[in-house]
């Protein structure tokens, strides 16, 4: 990009289908991405094993919202390879200020284990990036993440890709034009992150996941 990338033009990616990355952490230039086919999870059909269930249950994790966003970006790119570089960084941040991003974030009393963050407009969560440092803390936080979308009355979850991973938990690719046109529609919802209230229990979480498929 040559002309510097602000939050309002990054939104208006965003609104367009379209989405930045940088090639490493190290090199400073950031490119918009507009996948032939993109990935999304249903927000009425998240996939929970008998495993993962059994793990929502007992965990003593404790689940919360936008505790610490700047921690959660950073460990999200705190790994081998990523496409968050400095600008990036600092490009979230504000969103997060200007309360268009968010996450949801898994903690072990001081300690935050997981999470995942993304940004918000209208009807649609973009999904960016998740990390665990425990297992399964990252399904835990897509897990609270999905049924925060289905309370609050969003319509697409935006994974940007699939992977194995995400497919196990009923993510879906779909072509490009399929995902504007559930894009344009779903922009004119009128969401609220935080409608919700507080955290759910377990017990709901379950419960809103009404497609919940129980397998290992």
Not at 35 to 57: E, K, M, Q, Y
Request: some cysteine; glycine content about 6%; overall charge negative.
């Amino acid at each position: 990009m040559s002309d510097p990338l602000t939050p309002e033009i990054l939104l208006n990616g965003y609104a367009s289908g379209v989405f930045p990355m940088a090639e490493s952490r190290e090199n400073p230039d950031i490119f918009w991405v507009d996948p032939h086919r993109r990935g999304v999870i249903p927000v009425d059909g998240f996939h929970i094993s008998r495993s993962l269930a059994r793990t929502l249950r007992t965990s003593s994790f404790d689940i919360r919202i936008n505790s610490d966003f700047s921690g959660t970006v950073a460990a999200c790119a705190d790994r081998a390879e990523t496409w968050i570089n400095a600008e990036i960084f600092d490009l979230y941040q504000e969103l997060h200020r200007l309360g268009f991003a968010h996450s949801i974030e898994v903690w072990d009393t001081h300690t935050l284990v997981g999470g995942v963050y993304g940004v918000t407009l209208g009807g649609v969560f973009f999904g960016e990036s998740m990390f665990s440092r425990r297992r399964d803390t990252s399904k835990i936080a897509l897990a609270y993440l999905v049924d925060r979308l289905c309370r609050c009355g969003f319509t697409l979850f935006d994974t940007q890709f699939v992977t194995p991973h995400l497919l196990s938990l009923g993510a879906q690719e779909i072509p490009r034009e399929t995902y504007r046109k559930r894009l344009f529609s779903a922009l004119r919802v009128d969401a609220n992150f935080y409608s919700a209230g507080a955290i759910s229990s377990p017990e709901d979480v379950l419960q809103c996941n009404t497609q919940t498929s129980y397998r290992e």
